[in-house]
């Protein structure tokens, strides 16, 4: 499936911030591309001919929000992805760049991206230690803590 930018503007925009952290939580505990924080989708191609997808936090949050189950050959790098909507726009390239400030514990530059997208917020209590390739899978926990802070916020 091909993604809609409208479909995706108007799901992100009925998200709580709740829901967002844990669409970004779940997009790394059950990737659509090898992780690697490094890079927002990037395709390389290995010694059997075929493509290894890369992607960060932000990636794997789109493609599980977009119902992808594995990248197809329009993914493969960030320009094909972005060239997969219909209509590519700047809601998406924001909204990548702030799950990936949610990533990295800023949640004051996401919450001034959200309010420039019209989406939600997310209120935090603490410090969050910067989701990493390699220190991501022990650190979840404190993102899922924050998604239920919100929740019980109703936020």
Known sequence: MK??????EDKIRAMKGSEIIMAMVEGLQKPKTVIDMTTYGKAVESDSKEFICFGCAATNTILSLCNI????NYLLDTTEFNNGFK??????????????YIRTGHIDIYNNIAEYLSIAKIRWYDELPSLKTYNYKENLHHYIKLA????QLNN
């Open 148 to 151: 239920e802070y919100n929740k």
């Open 69 to 72: 189950r594995k990248p197809e």
């Open 3 to 8: 993604p809609n930018s409208k479909q995706f």
């Open 87 to 100: 209509d590519y726009t700047k809601f998406l390239k924001q909204f990548e760049i702030g799950v990936n």
